[in-house]
């Protein structure tokens, strides 16, 4: 299978091929799209009818918003009796079903839907969980310390 091997750093900006999956993908571009995210300070001045919103246009008065509760999707494709993550086209048409699980930053199941023809074995549909969950907390890391440097290298 061509499934991602957890322990292998992401390669920023490398996208090989077109397999894997949209909501994985999609999921990692949103938490690093927030992240640069920022804000203009926002502030109310006056009472009642008289109320103002006064903007900043000082660049440096934002604040960012928190990817925290971000969660990462990770796809994992039930195969007969084991299960891959980041499979290809013709292998997503060869599983049997599949479930997306959100992970949050700490390890947290944050959403799951499972989909597909069949059953899944309850005792395989949790080690699924478990890997999306390691596999989850990887990408988080990984992601993050990327951001972190890109952050710190674009303040200089």
């Known amino acids: 299978s061509s499934g991602i091997n957890a322990e292998c750093p ?7 091929g077109c397999g894997g999956n949209i909501f994985d993908a999609a999921s990692v571009a ?15 001045s ?6 103002e919103l006064e903007i900043s246009d000082d660049p440096y008065q934002v604040w960012k918003l928190s990817t ?23 292998e997503s048409e060869c599983s049997e079903g599949y479930v997306h699980v959100g992970v949050l930053p700490s390890g947290e199941v944050s959403a799951m839907e499972k989909s597909g023809a069949g059953n899944m074995d ?7 969980i478990d890997a999306a969950v390691r596999i989850g907390m990887d990408i988080h890391k990984q992601l993050d310390r990327h951001l972190h440097a890109e952050s710190t290298t674009a303040t200089l």
Do not use: W
């Open 122 to 128: 309850p005792t395989a549909l949790l080690e699924m």
């Open 10 to 16: 992401l390669r920023p900006g490398l996208f090989v």
């Open 68 to 90: 925290a509760m971000c969660p990462i999707c990770v796809t994992l494709y039930q195969e007969g009796e084991s299960f891959a993550v980041d499979v290809t086209e013709e």
């Open 30 to 44: 949103l938490k690093a799209a927030l992240h640069s995210t920022t804000m203009p300070n926002v502030s109310v």
């Open 46 to 51: 006056g009472e009642g009818i008289e109320m």
